[in-house]
T-cell receptor
Framework: DAKTTQPPSMDCAEGRAANLPCNHS???????VYWYRQIHSQGPQYIIH???NNETNEMASLIITEDRKSSTLILPHATLRDTAVYYC???????????FGQGTILTVHP | EAQVTQNPRYLITVTGKKLTVTCSQN?????MSWYRQDPGLGLRQIYY???????DKGDVPEGYKVSRKEKRNFPLILESPSPNQTSLYFC????FGQGSYGYTFGSGTRLTVV
């Protein structure tokens, strides 16, 4: 599976959009980009995933560059409850390994 | 409610005393997996199972065993726990592996081995 690079931490004001970047320059053509988040020590929560096209669901939007070497997770109106560690993961067409990196600690403040 | 259930949530045990952490999912998922999470090391995969009677090692399988006799259950067995297995453990399940589906994680089991 390809590796990902994320900033260790980011801040965001409540009500504003949070844009979390992820670099995955070694991604292969059949690998998906997944985003999860973990609040405190709870189980990671799936947010969104995509292959080539931009995706949107009730939680977030995922923007994947045309060359697929990077992506951005967008939380359109961040709330205090969005404070968490956000993980960008690449992989998935084969069964098995789901490799988490260190993620980005997003802090949303009032 | 669709969920992955782990038990117990907290466990303190002594070195060498065999223990089992249970994991059950009610979503008819083929794929299940175990992870441990340690400060500075992130989440690391221990074992995974693609379906009943099919299991394989992840990144850190030493000291652990698993079994998949039924689709819904995937217990993690520590036959002789040691202090370095003190960790936060998560079970996860998915339909057809990660593929084009996301994983559902359990709430975690915090294990302390003294």
């Amino acid at each position: 599976d390809a590796k990902t690079t994320q900033p260790p931490s980011m801040d965001c004001a409540e009500g504003r959009a949070a844009n979390l970047p992820c670099n995955h320059s070694t991604i292969s053509g059949n690998e998906y980009v997944y985003w999860y988040r973990q609040i405190h020590s709870q189980g990671p929560q799936y947010i969104i995933h995509g292959l080539k096209n931009n995706e949107t669901n009730e939680m977030a939007s995922l923007i994947i560059t045309e060359d697929r070497k990077s992506s951005t997770l967008i939380l359109p109106h961040a709330t205090l409850r969005d404070t968490a560690v956000y993980y960008c993961i690449v992989g998935g067409t084969s069964y098995g390994k789901l490799t988490f990196g260190q993620g980005t600690i997003l802090t949303v403040h009032p | 409610e669709a969920q992955v259930t782990q038990n117990p949530r907290y466990l303190i045990t002594v070195t060498g005393k065999k223990l089992t952490v249970t994991c059950s999912q009610n979503m008819n998922h083929e794929y299940m997996s175990w992870y441990r999470q340690d400060p500075g090391l992130g989440l690391r995969q221990i074992y995974y199972s693609m379906n009943v009677e099919v299991t394989d090692k992840g990144d850190v399988p030493e000291g652990y065993k698993v079994s998949r006799k039924e689709k819904r259950n995937f217990p993690l067995i520590l036959e002789s726990p040691s202090p370095n297995q003190t960790s936060l453990y998560f079970c996860a399940s998915s339909l057809f592996g990660q593929g084009s589906y996301g994983y559902t994680f359990g709430s975690g089991t915090r294990l302390t081995v003294v």
